[in-house]
């Protein structure tokens, strides 16, 4: 083990430059150029999501003996 590994002299970094904008950095993006995603695929990935809700709920409710409804095991 390094006995001078804790020293008064703290190594500092030299300052990161500032970050310039410029046009080039940017990206036109066309509106028709995006997905369009119908009626029905919404509908069925909503139906996923709500799927997938469900389930991560059923797994993190509590079990039976965990829940105690009967409380008679005070």
């Given at each position: 083990m ?13 300052p ?34 709500r799927?997938?809700?469900?389930q ?11 829940r ?7």
């Amino acid at each position: 083990m390094h006995t001078n590994r804790l020293t008064a002299e703290v190594p500092t970094r030299p300052p990161l430059p500032t970050p310039t904008w410029t046009p080039q950095t940017f990206v036109l993006c066309p509106f028709p150029g995006l997905a369009m995603v119908t009626a029905e695929q919404w509908l069925m990935q909503q139906w996923v999501y709500r799927w997938a809700f469900e389930q991560a709920q059923a797994v993190v409710r509590p079990s039976i003996l965990e829940r105690d409804l009967l409380g008679v095991w005070n």
